[in-house]
Nanobody, 115 residues
Framework: QVQLVESGGGLVQAGGSLRLSCAASGISFSDNAMAWYRQAPGKQREFVAIVRTSGNTNYADSVKGRFAISRDNAKNTVYLEMNNLKPEDTAVYYC?????????WGQGTQVTVSS
């Protein structure tokens, strides 16, 4: 069975930092690109960051320079380090794994940034 399990969400004040983790099982982790998406109340789900199998990364303009995505293939885990958090970063954050053939999603973890 395939599982993506996010952790590390919580409540933080504006300007603070959080580190999210997503542990994957049941997939060939190194063959999958890993990405983070988020969905705020009343809004569409949006792309946040991706790290490809090569290690190359891309970010949404709204988080560029503040967030960093990384992967540890030995631990089958992808991370999202979030710095200088803003209230508009408040959302449920979802982990995504994809290859040319399949796509999987985690259950999400809540991030709340207070002003």
């Amino acid at each position: 069975q395939v599982q993506l399990v996010e952790s590390g969400g919580g409540l933080v004040q504006a300007g603070g930092s959080l580190r999210l983790s997503c542990a994957a099982s049941g997939i060939s982790f190194s063959d999958n690109a890993m990405a983070w998406y988020r969905q705020a109340p009343g809004k569409q789900r949006e792309f946040v960051a991706i790290v490809r199998t090569s290690g190359n990364t891309n970010y949404a303009d709204s988080v560029k320079g503040r967030f960093a995505i990384s992967r540890d293939n030995a631990k089958n885990t992808v991370y999202l380090e979030m710095n200088n958090l803003k209230p508009e970063d408040t959302a449920v954050y979802y982990c995504n794994a994809f290859s040319p053939y399949r796509e999987y999603w985690g259950q999400g973890t809540q991030v709340t940034v207070s002003s």
